[in-house]
């Protein structure tokens, strides 16, 4: 399990320098924390913050998107018409609902995060035990492909 601060930390030594999302109550502890520590840009949907964080990526930053699983058909439209087709590169952070037992509309969507994830060729890392190994595969990826790559956080992913 990942402490929040130290996970923003980690993202900030692999060059993250700006943040943006939505909310989601997987992942609040850890905008807290990347909001203590760089820009972040509150969003009102998820394929708003995948175009500010591709406008970041473009003007030279590292993004990093926050985003619950049940947003991600959002942010498929961007990630695949804007991100994949010109290289630009985002980390994607995303809470796992649905994942084991959790509220029924976050079933299908939990469900089918990672095939989802693989059909649009999006690496994924998922947060766990070995949390810094994931973060460092995930921005490599991103980087070496220049493209969109995304940790899973699934319930309990971060110290609460």
């Not at 943040?19 to 972040?40: F, H, L, N, W």
């Not at 947003?71 to 498929?76: K, V």
Request: glycine share 10%; with cysteine; hydrophobic share 45%.
């Amino acid at each position: 399990m990942a402490d929040p601060g130290k996970f923003c930390d980690k993202l900030a030594e692999n060059g993250i320098s700006i943040a943006t999302g939505v909310p989601g109550s997987i992942i609040k502890k850890a905008i807290a924390s990347v909001q203590d520590r760089m820009e972040y840009v509150a969003c009102n949907r998820e394929d708003e913050a995948v175009a500010i964080a591709s406008g970041a990526a473009l003007a030279g930053k590292l993004p990093v998107v926050f985003l619950q699983n049940s947003g991600l058909g959002y942010a498929l439209s961007p990630l695949l018409t804007l991100n994949m087709v010109y290289g630009i590169p985002i980390l994607l952070v995303i809470g796992w609902r649905g994942r084991s037992r959790d509220a029924p509309e976050h079933r299908v969507s939990g469900k089918r995060l990672v095939a989802v994830l693989e059909a649009a060729g999006i690496s994924h890392y998922t947060l766990g035990k070995g949390w810094k190994a994931a973060v460092e595969k995930a921005m490599a990826k991103m980087k070496s492909k220049s493209a969109p790559a995304a940790l899973l956080v699934p319930w309990g992913g971060f110290d609460e």
